[in-house]
């Protein structure tokens, strides 16, 4: 039998009360990670992503969001259940965070070397000396040039990249179990992109972090993890090991993100966005939050909301149907025939009219 | 550091200066001069004083001495004869220190002997209510941020509401009723509880600082809510500290700075006195003198308080923008 999961979500329940009813931002999630694997999560904004690493640190602003239900057990625990107390015992010591925007996500009037060493004085009982070593072995960890200087600076005197090596550091400092990287690139240029990438794929191999990478882009989530899954409004649509989901991708939603990204392999196709927005989750329905953008919409579609079922070995997606990526093109050719099927109608009647006349 | 404060010194001349311009010309726009009297004065003995403190000479320009002396002695002594006017005196005395006689001593006493004698009180009157506003604004403020929309917050808010809205001439009035009717101890008449520091200060100071100490309350709990909602509270938050070190640590030094900023106003308009509330509990400090000085048209009096007050706030601003540095070292740098 198989070690237990380091973290699993379970039917995890997110609302958030406004003045227009209660937005169930995170529905019915359940995933699981495993000791030094790296998870991906990918959906577009508003997916229920954030809310749902939020959850699990339990750092969702409440009132107006609150956990409606599900359990979060993190190494057994169910951190749900957890007071504040030893929510604080947790974060930032076993299960700590890095956040997407490194440009605000420090303090502007503390020095870069008092904001990390504040979370090792207090969860590992440093001394502040031992502490500011430790800080100035994890800057250098991280690629910071002249640590033992940098840590005498303010946050306003890094860059947006070298920001985010201190928030890494940062997260890193006490060891944890789980690192959760919320969009940690979506904020820096891209080549600053693939050197943060490629720091975290290194500190991963060497620390046996296990991460949730957070990202609305397969392209990131193509090299850096080991499993992903796929949220779509506030649920999860698809789960697979990254091959298998880049392979053989089984819900329309999956497919429509992979069609929209360029491919590099030399294979010249149009790219293809994913017409519509994401859905109100204000509305209750009974249908596929999918289907009015889908291009495999069938009937049933609008009367059943798929639940997620096995559709390959560690494989499962939230589709009524066995729908497959080559099928979308044949899909969409028919969609336009159909168009235009309409269009040379109505020429024709025209024409006709005109003749007639 | 040095080279900032000097060039912020430096641009307090033009400042000073143009203060005098518009003062003395809105002074001569007002009708009356300051040796009329109720009674009927000779023309000869007015035009004696005129002529002892200088008033008999044009305001602005004196291009009748300028002319005289351009034949007489040349263009240097000329120029110097085109400045012999009110103005030009006056601008020239000032920047030597002397401010002028007060014509209501008739020029027995200095601007400057007035201001020194007036000052401290007021000084100490408005450092009191300062004191009084930030000790009760400040953490009121706070209290409403973090406990926003609980009966903290609506205590905080009706309490700002009172010193925001109700004008320091009904207060101060209602707080001497009181203080006379109940406690018998007002209106304080013997003048010499306002020398050096005194239970007397309280109540004026109380009353003058309920403006301020209303506005540092709303402006504190706006930051406050401001800076808990930033991204570095949430990662501070998800290192796992306590509420008490994100608040004295994370989100206090951050709200400080907009506080800081209404400081610099503050203690010059706290600190040169509020002329009304030192008229209502007879405090004799400047602000009462400035008042009496426009009601007999005392010229110099009027200008040379005008300019002390107007150095005040431009000496409190480079203050401010000193503090900022203090507390955010985005600006320190800059």
């Known amino acids: 039998m198989a070690e237990a999961p380091l973290l699993e979500v379970k039917n995890l329940q997110v609302q958030f009360k406004t003045a227009d009813g209660v937005v169930n931002a995170v529905n019915n999630v359940s995933f699981s990670v495993n000791r030094g694997e790296t998870l991906g999560i990918v959906g577009e904004s508003g997916s229920g992503k954030s809310v749902t690493s939020l959850s699990i640190m339990r750092l969702i602003p409440s009132p107006p969001g609150k956990i409606a239900g599900g359990q979060i057990l993190f190494d057994g625990d169910n951190l749900v259940d957890f007071s504040e107390s030893e929510m604080r015992k947790i974060r930032g010591n076993r299960i700590s965070m890095i956040f997407q925007d490194p440009m605000t996500s420090l303090n502007p009037v503390l020095r ?84 943060i990438l490629e720091l975290l794929n290194r500190l991963k191999n060497e620390t046996g972090t296990a991460i949730i990478f957070i990202t609305h882009d ?65 509305e209750k329905t009974n249908r596929c939050p999918f289907a009015p953008r889908c291009d495999f919409v069938q009937e049933q579609c609008w009367i059943e909301t798929p639940s997620l079922r096995q559709v390959a070995p560690d494989h499962t997606a939230a589709c009524l149907f066995d729908i497959d990526r080559d099928q979308r093109q044949v899909m969409a050719e028919k969609k336009i025939a159909e168009e235009q099927a309409v269009l040379d109608a109505a020429l024709e009647d025209v024409l006709a009219h005109e003749q007639a006349s | 550091m040095i080279g900032f404060i000097i060039r912020r010194v430096l641009a307090m001349i033009p400042v000073l200066f143009l203060v005098a311009l518009i003062t003395f010309f809105l002074m001569k726009q007002a009708k009356g001069g300051p040796f009329d009297q109720e009674k009927e004065v000779a023309p000869s003995t007015i035009a004696l004083l005129n002529r002892k403190f200088g008033l008999d000479k044009p305001a602005w320009l004196n291009t009748a001495e300028f002319n005289n002396r351009m034949s007489a002695d040349g263009p240097f002594a000329a120029v110097r004869g085109l400045f012999d006017s009110q103005f030009g005196n006056y601008m020239l005395n000032a920047v030597q220190g002397d401010l002028g006689p007060t014509y209501a001593s008739k020029g027995t006493e200095t601007v400057q002997d007035k ?37 903290f917050d609506y205590f905080s808010l009706i309490i700002s509401t009172i010193g925001f809205s109700v004008p320091t001439f ?49 402006l504190t709990r706006s930051s406050v809510l401001e800076v808990k909602r930033q991204d570095y509270i949430r990662t501070a938050k998800a290192k796992g500290l306590g509420d008490r070190v994100v608040i004295l640590r ?85």
């Open chain 2, 250 to 334: 994370h989100i206090l030094r951050n709200s400080l700075i907009p506080v800081i900023t209404i400081l610099g106003p503050a203690v010059a308009g706290l600190v040169t006195g509020s002329f009304i509330i030192e008229s209502v509990f007879r405090v004799p400090g400047i602000g009462s003198e400035f008042i009496g000085a426009i009601g007999s048209r005392d010229y110099s009096m009027i200008m040379g308080s005008t300019l002390f007050f107007s150095l005040l706030v431009a000496l409190g601003n480079i203050m401010v923008d000193l503090s900022y540095g203090l507390i955010d070292p985005r600006i320190r740098n800059s």
């Open chain 2, 115 to 151: 201001i020194k004698q007036t000052f401290p009180i007021s000084l100490r009157l408005g450092l009191i209510s300062l004191t009084f506003a930030l000790v009760v604004g400040f953490p009121l403020g706070i209290l409403g941020a973090l406990r926003q929309n609980t009966i």
């Open chain 2, 170 to 218: 009904v207060t101060g009035l209602v707080l001497l009723l009181v203080m006379s009717k109940v406690f018998g101890i007002a209106p304080i008449k013997d003048p010499s509880v306002w020398e050096g520091f005194s239970m007397s200060y309280f109540p004026p100071a109380i009353i003058l600082g309920l403006g301020t100490m209303a506005y540092i309350t709303r």
């Open chain 1, 112 to 195: 870069i070397g008092k904001q990390m060493t504040e979370s090792l004085q207090l969860h590992m009982g440093m001394t502040a000396k031992q502490a500011r070593n430790r800080a100035i072995d994890l800057l250098s960890m991280v690629g910071i040039p002249a640590p033992d200087k940098r840590l005498d600076d303010f946050p306003h005197q890094f860059s947006g990249g070298m920001r985010q090596r201190v928030m890494i550091a940062m997260g890193l400092a006490c060891n944890p179990e789980l690192l959760i990287a919320d969009e940690p690139t979506t904020a820096l240029d891209v080549t600053i992109q693939a050197q």
């Open chain 1, 218 to 282: 397969l392209g990131v989530v193509a090299g850096m993890t080991d499993r992903v899954i796929v949220m779509y409004a506030g649920r999860v649509v698809e789960q697979a090991s990254t091959n298998e989901l880049f392979r053989n991708p089984r819900m329309p939603y999956t497919i429509g993100l992979l069609d929209s990204i360029p491919r590099l392999d030399g294979i010249q196709t149009r790219l293809t966005p994913i017409p519509g927005l994401p859905p109100d989750l204000l």
